[in-house]
């Protein structure tokens, strides 16, 4: 069961639990789901703690939604069990697990204003009342949609929908809140709105949260813990800055970031006891640090990684690499360059005070300490 307090360190907040929670410890054991003789999920093992923040994350199509709709009973195990707390729930319905879901759709009911919208689940159960009003108030005023209560969906925007569709989910008051891309309708500038306020409301509600997304920047902004998925497989697990700074392959690692990480393909060469990394059009040091742990690949084809945000106009840099520049896209106080190394095609991220034109060739620094090696083959990181 929950600890009584619950420190992220990781982001510089703090949640204060009163005391010990009820909300349940969720662990896959082997999980598979099948349609026919397609496996969309192979055995999948996977703990979510309680009073997390958890978010599934990764292309479509690597199983992610699957998962969450199988946790909510709205798909059936071909195999495995998902345990709350220790006890089977497969054979639950929905209904009886104390689960509340926010879909991508809002599925709003058209017909009622937004308080019986809210309230749907709650006059289903027969729940009193005047505790119906109070949880409806309670709920909307804290997603500032109260002054809406008497309106229409039709009324309302894509932002007060969504709004609607979460604080529908948040009056029934369950243990496990789970979200399936809620946010991937809604344009650019309201998608960054709604996550502020995610963000902000997470850490209101003391609650098992599950939240699914393709997008990685709702993944780094929200979670407490983030699992990386592709193929119906679990890349890796963590917390952002792990994710981030300690990819173990190089999905992980390209999947992770935005602008995402160049890659460029090369050979680990050893030259006088200088690690270093040679390809078509560069030739990089490795640091010392890492010479230990790439001691026997030596010779070896690999994959270089480093990010946009790594590259320095430093004069004095040693560690360096010449870049044609193909495209600059100019965002006032930095600027996004896509670049050619060879026939390779790289990002590079810096601040800037005027554009920078196209055809230009430039020289960066690239720390050393900046730079992630990936077996070729496999992609695991070296």
Known sequence: MAVAQYRHSEKGRERHFTGATDLPRITFEQVEKSYGPVRVLPPLDLAFDDGEFTVLVGPSGCGKSTTLRLLAGLEELS?????????????????????AMVFQDYALYPHM?????????????????????????????????????????????????????MGRALVRDASTFLFDEPLSNLDAKLRAKMRTELAEMRDRIDKNMVYVTHDQIEAMTLGDRIVVMNEGLVQQEGTPEDLFKRPVNKFVAGFIGTPTMNFLDGTLVDEGGMLRVRGDGFDLAV???????????????????????????????????????????????????????????????????????????????????DILLFDAQSGRTL
């Open 79 to 99: 195999g495995g069990e998902i345990f709350f707390d220790g006890k089977p729930i497969s054979g639950l319905e929905p209904k009886d697990r104390d689960i």
């Open 113 to 165: 204003n937004i308080a019986r919208n809210m309230s749907f689940a709650l006059r289903l159960a027969r729940v009193p009342r005047r505790d119906i009003r109070e949880k409806v108030q309670r709920v909307a005023d804290m997603l500032n949609i109260g002054h809406l209560l008497d309106r229409k969906p039709a009324e309302l925007s894509g932002g007060q929908r969504q709004r609607v569709a």
């Open 287 to 369: 640091s010392q640090a890492q010479r230990a742990r790439l001691e026997g690949h030596r010779g070896k084809d690999v994959s270089l990684g480093v990010r946009p945000t790594s590259f320095t106009r430093d004069p004095d840099a040693t560690n360096t690499i010449d870049l044609n520049v193909a495209v600059s896209e100019y965002l006032g106080s930095n600027s996004v360059l896509v670049t050619r190394c060879g026939g390779a095609e790289v990002q590079v991220e810096l601040s800037s005070a005027t554009p920078i034109r196209a055809g230009t060739v430039m020289t960066f620094g690239v720390e050393a300490d």
